[in-house]
């Protein structure tokens, strides 16, 4: 939904006022009524908002694109300063709060802690910020949260019925923030264009190992987010949400990032690449957090502890307004022609930091299953002690930045995607020719098994080639000093780690479409030899250095056919090429 249509819909809502069918209402909802087993159904989430738009001037409710479900997602905001104006002009100077929930309908506990929250701030009960507008997302994955069971959650203590992890193609929508399969991630982007947050929470339920906290965070990776934006996000915002928390009695520690053995070793902080929600709108310099409930403490608890957790969270983000607006412009502003940009990150263990960690002790006793080893946490033996916390990153790979990439217009589905974050992709209005940067992919490495539909490849490695490029009308040209100009670069640049090269865009350069008749090719590679007697040598040289080649007559005819003018230019080419850097 574009800007238009959300000013005309709070016209609307402003100037037709309140109805008066929100009277009988009963804005109790199902969580509560339960003690807390259960969470609220899609369409009692849906039905709790329209009616609490209705009453509260304060809230506002917006139809959204639709998801591969076929229906819309809806946008919930909280702005006690409404006006005729867009809430989302650029003009304004709060910040915004976007919160997501149910990204995985199974972990609900953000649906019903949100909808607690926006009818308690309208109401009154808790204070409104004044510097902060809240929008919400109340249910993300639709299509999972209409698909309702009671037992696809084995390691979760409640609720009693919830949705499920894939959506209604079965996709984990968070693993689909850059490849965009989705509707959902599509609808997702459109908003988060046009809401354009200063801050990003995602609202999750944790795996992994047993401990005695109700909350864990999971804060952007403070190196990659970088610069003073990222040193206040570790060293200022994180510390004060940790200690208004542990002041209401809710204490709080870092997303334990172990699977199937106990922390007391010491873990690293859980490096969110792009693909995850947060590492998406760090590409936009969004402060963002995942909260992470422990999937083992009772329903009534983790929701408790998510409603205090965005209350506290709130109340930082409102204090702090100028600061963090003022470092969002820096940020913005960080990235220039011709710097280096990370595009790999590696744990830096010369920098840890301890923390005081409450956990059970842990042991490995036999399985009476499998008569295995087996993890059994003793929840008698609860301990505090210090832990090694690796939180500090440092870069493994870098770039130069250009100052623009071309895209061949056969890439359309590539601008188009580009488009749609907002990235300005401008069209060669002639033909012409440029010095230009090439790729050849070198090396890579693919999954053996299918990934969120795609078979992922990793450990890629280019050959970087200067050379006169022929551009055609009807390219795209996109220049990197624009906003946005991180997403171009995690993107564009094959090597990183959720490029588009990795997610399968470019697969078809991967495979040669012309080959050669041995039997044809033996009396043409003759000739071609006794006129290149450099090529020549660095044959006879190859086979006298390589018994592997030197048994291989195949590869021996393939190596020549590679150097002369026969083999296809394309092969391995990667089609986007840097210009100036």
Request: aromatic fraction near 12%.
């Amino acid at each position: 939904m574009k800007k238009s249509i959300l000013f005309l819909v709070v016209l609307l809502s402003i100037s037709c006022g309140k109805s008066s069918d929100t009277n009988d209402f009963d804005f109790t909802i199902p969580f509560e009524k339960t003690e807390g087993t259960e969470t609220s159904t899609y369409q009692e989430v849906v039905e709790f908002y329209t009616q609490l738009s209705e009453k509260y001037t304060e809230i506002a409710m917006y139809t959204m694109d639709k998801t591969d479900s076929g229906e819309p997602l809806h946008l919930i905001t909280f702005n006690p300063n409404r006006s005729f104006e867009s809430e989302f002009s650029s003009e304004k100077d709060k910040n915004i709060l976007l919160i997501n929930n149910g990204i995985h309908p199974g972990e609900s506990d953000g649906i019903d802690a949100s909808m607690m929250l926006l009818r308690d701030l309208a109401a009154g009960k808790i204070p409104a910020p004044q510097n902060t507008i809240i929008a919400v997302i109340p249910v993300y994955n639709i299509g999972g949260a209409l698909n309702r069971n009671s037992t696809s959650r084995t390691n979760q203590n409640g609720p009693k019925s919830y949705g499920f992890r894939g959506n209604a193609r079965n996709y984990d929508l968070n693993r689909d923030f850059i490849k965009a399969d989705t509707r959902n991630a599509l609808a997702f982007i459109d908003i988060f264009k046009t809401v354009k947050p200063d801050l990003f929470i995602d609202t999750h339920v944790s795996n992994g190992a047993d401990y005695q906290y109700v909350l864990t965070h999971l804060f952007t990776q403070h190196n990659k987010l970088g610069g003073e934006l990222g040193n206040y996000l570790h060293e200022a915002f994180m510390p004060k949400l940790e200690d208004s928390l542990r002041k209401k009695q809710w204490d709080i520690t870092p997303y334990v990032n172990v699977f199937n053995q106990t922390p007391e070793s010491g873990f690293t902080q859980f490096m969110d690449g792009p693909r995850y929600s947060t590492g998406y709108t760090t590409l936009f310099n969004t402060l963002g957090m995942m909260i992470e409930t422990h999937m083992l403490k009772p329903y009534k608890d983790r929701v408790e502890g998510t409603y205090e957790l965005l209350k506290s969270f709130i109340a930082i983000a409102d204090a702090e307004h100028e600061t963090i607006k003022h470092l969002r412009e820096k940020a913005n502003k960080q990235w220039q022609v011709g710097d280096h940009y990370p595009i790999q990150w590696q744990v830096d263990s010369s920098k840890t930091s301890i923390l005081s960690f409450k956990g059970y002790e842990g042991e490995m006793i036999p399985s009476e299953i499998t008569g295995a080893p087996r993890l059994k946490y003793n929840r008698e033996k609860p301990f505090e002690k210090d832990v090694i916390y690796y939180d500090y990153f440092k870069p493994a790979d870098s770039v130069t930045i250009p100052e623009y990439y071309i895209i061949s217009k056969g890439y359309h589905n590539v601008v188009n995607l580009l488009r749609a974050n907002g990235i300005k992709c401008d069209l060669i209005q002639k033909d012409t020719t440029v010095t230009a940067q090439v790729y050849y992919v070198d090396t890579y490495e693919t999954v053996r098994n299918p990934y969120e539909g795609h078979y992922l490849h990793y450990n890629t490695n280019v050959k970087t080639k200067t050379q006169l490029v022929k551009v055609s009308e009807g390219d795209y040209k996109v220049a990197t000093q624009q906003e946005g100009i991180r997403y171009i670069l995690e993107t564009l640049e094959p090597q990183a780690t959720d490029s588009f090269f990795n997610w399968n865009f470019f697969d078809t350069i991967l495979q040669q479409k012309e080959g050669f008749s041995p039997y044809v090719w033996e009396d043409k590679a003759q000739h071609f030899l006794e006129e290149n007697p450099i090529i020549k040598k660095q044959f006879e040289a190859k086979k006298e250095t390589d018994p592997a080649f030197a048994a291989n007559w195949f590869a021996q005819l393939d190596w020549i056919h590679k150097q002369s003018p026969n083999y296809e230019t394309s092969h391995l080419r990667y089609p986007i090429v840097r210009v100036g850097g």
